[in-house]
């Protein structure tokens, strides 16, 4: 694309978008940076490696606090500051902004962005745990919240997964941060179902005022999502301890309803996970975890 190679050969541009990024407070202005950005990595994944280079790499011969000139500006923080400036009044941009976080976590190079400063890993992080735990797909909200939400929830929930599977150790990772993640990737599973399940003879059906075309972009939408979710619950359920199993049980996370919605889900694919939670829920409730071998008959454990 002509308009790519013209920002490869103009440098600067990537310390103004960054500038606009990080210090601008015209959500507008933001909206239009963050769509042009999310444009450009998606078109060519070999600028966007050297947009996260850009400001990784402190020239050895070069000390910071000697360099006369500005430190380089990071991706990731800016694209946060931009995220937190457009989170409460553009969620198409907050959109577009999990969106350029998704895209950078797509190369390796892009994860290490994010979890290597620890300050970066632990900010985005608190964001999206706070955007999924706090924010989107509440508890009381109606399921058909996710046709609206399913695009910004799929890019967050795989940024979150990425962290979480390359950071296992670090300590915003706390394990009781597991349980709120788990709250929420069921419930979004639950509502997904919901929204996957048309009623053949509504009012809206008998009319054909629904579209197949935009019922099959919201399927596909939807099914991303699911996806995305089960990868991430299977994750999280591998590093669950039978003390945090129990605590789930006590505060309702690990019920029996949300513990079935989430082998509905993960099975087949995710047997061998599954089959790891049940021995340490038999540890801790040996009924429940007969009732769901006994409701979910693949997930058996081989003895």
């Given at each position: 694309?002509?308009?790519v190679?013209?920002?490869?050969?103009?440098?600067?541009?990537?310390d103004?978008?960054?500038?606009?990024?990080?210090?601008?407070?015209?959500?507008?202005?933001?909206?239009?940076?963050?769509?042009?950005?999310?444009?450009?990595?998606?078109?060519?994944?070999k600028l966007?490696?050297?947009?996260?280079?850009?400001?990784?790499?402190q020239?050895?011969?070069?000390?910071?606090?000697?360099?006369?000139?500005?430190?380089?500006?990071?991706?990731?923080p800016?694209?946060?500051?931009?995220?937190?400036?457009?989170?409460?009044?553009?969620?198409?941009?907050?959109?577009?902004?999990?969106h350029?976080?998704?895209?950078l976590?797509?190369?390796?190079?892009?994860?290490?962005?994010?979890?290597?400063?620890?300050?970066?890993?632990?900010?985005?992080?608190?964001?999206?745990?706070?955007?999924?735990?706090?924010?989107?797909?509440?508890?009381?909200?109606?399921?058909?919240?996710?046709?609206?939400?399913?695009?910004?929830?799929?890019?967050?929930?795989?940024?979150?997964?990425?962290?979480?599977a390359?950071?296992?150790?670090?300590?915003?990772?706390?394990?009781?941060?597991?349980?709120?993640?788990?709250?929420?990737?069921?419930?979004?599973?639950?509502?997904?179902?919901?929204?996957?399940?048309?009623?053949e003879?509504?009012?809206?059906?008998?009319?054909?005022?629904?579209?197949?075309?935009?019922?099959?972009q919201?399927?596909?939408?939807?099914?991303?999502?699911?996806?995305?979710?089960?990868?991430?619950?299977?994750?999280?359920?591998?590093?669950?301890?039978k003390?945090?199993?129990?605590q789930?049980?006590?505060?309702?996370?690990?019920?029996?309803?949300?513990?079935?919605?989430?082998?509905?889900n993960?099975?087949?694919?995710?047997?061998?996970?599954?089959?790891?939670?049940?021995?340490?829920?038999?540890?801790?409730?040996?009924?429940?975890?007969?009732?769901?071998?006994?409701?979910?008959?693949?997930?058996?454990v081989?003895t």
């Open positions: 694309s002509v308009w190679e013209r920002i490869r050969e103009h440098p600067a541009i990537y103004s978008i960054c500038f606009i990024m990080s210090s601008s407070t015209n959500v507008d202005l933001l909206v239009k940076v963050g769509e042009v950005v999310d444009k450009l990595f998606d078109l060519d994944e966007m490696l050297e947009w996260i280079r850009n400001g990784a790499v020239p050895l011969d070069q000390p910071q606090e000697e360099s006369e000139e500005q430190p380089a500006f990071r991706i990731v800016c694209v946060l500051e931009a995220a937190k400036q457009v989170r409460s009044e553009n969620p198409e941009g907050l959109d577009v902004y999990m350029i976080l998704q895209l976590t797509t190369v390796d190079d892009g994860i290490q962005a994010i979890v290597q400063c620890p300050d970066t890993g632990k900010d985005t992080w608190n964001l999206l745990f706070d955007l999924v735990c706090h924010e989107f797909c509440q508890s009381d909200d109606p399921p058909i919240i996710l046709q609206e939400q399913n695009t910004v929830l799929a890019s967050i929930f795989s940024v979150l997964s990425a962290i979480y390359s950071q296992a150790e670090q300590e915003y990772l706390k394990i009781e941060k597991d349980l709120p993640l788990i709250d929420s990737l069921i419930r979004v599973l639950q509502n997904t179902e919901h929204c996957q399940k048309k009623p003879d509504s009012a809206e059906s008998r009319t054909g005022e629904t579209k197949k075309s935009d019922l099959t919201d399927d596909f939408h939807l099914k991303i999502l699911k996806d995305i979710s089960c990868e991430f619950l299977s994750i999280i359920f591998q590093v669950l301890t003390e945090t199993v129990a789930g049980l006590k505060e309702g996370q690990l019920s029996k309803q949300k513990c079935s919605c989430a082998f509905q993960l099975l087949p694919f995710y047997s061998p996970v599954v089959e790891d939670f049940l021995r340490i829920l038999r540890e801790v409730d040996e009924t429940l975890a007969d009732d769901l071998e006994e409701a979910f008959p693949s997930s058996k081989h």
